[in-house]
């Protein structure tokens, strides 16, 4: 089995990636945020389509005053103070209840959750790649930076689609 573990700064291009290796490689996506934009959509009645785009993502919630995205980091915060590994447990149940036998994890953003897995998961090939693109301005947020230290395999740089698609695919032939 092997996971795959894409991080990297908001609008980094992490989803495409993720779409490249699905198609490519048959890998299933998974996500941490997943079980939290479901959760959160359903808490305040917001259509679950704005959690999967930066536009959807900036929108206001006139109701809360707040946008999807500040809704998804204060409820991510509120139920990792109950458990940290929430999110990490919901991921680790949807690859081991699966019969996938490769998975891409779309938005990892901290080491705990690597940790949990992998400590779940000893078997497992796990595969990490950071996602550049030149140019981007990264969010303040904590969640953006808790990686910046980390060692990844390789870091793929996102300056166009066809570039992107190519480098993704050359990392993995060159890596297995």
Request: a neutral charge; glycine letters at 6%.
């Amino acid at each position: 089995m092997i996971v795959i573990w894409l991080s990297g700064h908001a609008g980094a291009g992490k989803d495409t990636v993720a779409a490249i290796l699905c198609k490519k490689y048959d890998l299933q996506r998974v996500a941490f945020a997943d079980s939290l934009k479901d959760f959160v959509a359903v808490k305040y009645g917001i259509e679950r389509g704005l959690f999967d785009t930066p536009e959807g993502k900036n929108s206001l919630v006139p109701a809360v005053g707040k946008t999807v995205r500040e809704l998804l980091i204060a409820d991510s915060a509120e139920a990792k103070k109950e458990n940290i590994n929430i999110f990490a447990s919901h991921v680790l149940d949807k690859i081991k209840s699966s019969k996938q036998k490769g998975f891409v994890i779309s938005d990892w953003r901290y080491p705990h959750e690597y940790e949990h897995i992998r400590d779940n998961m000893p078997d497992t090939k796990h595969v990490c790649i950071r996602i550049t693109r030149p140019g981007l301005q990264s969010l303040a947020d904590p969640s953006e930076h808790a990686l910046d230290n980390w060692y990844f395999h390789t870091e793929i740089i996102n300056n166009s689609l066809k570039l992107l698609e190519k480098d993704v695919v050359n990392f993995l032939t060159t890596f297995k």
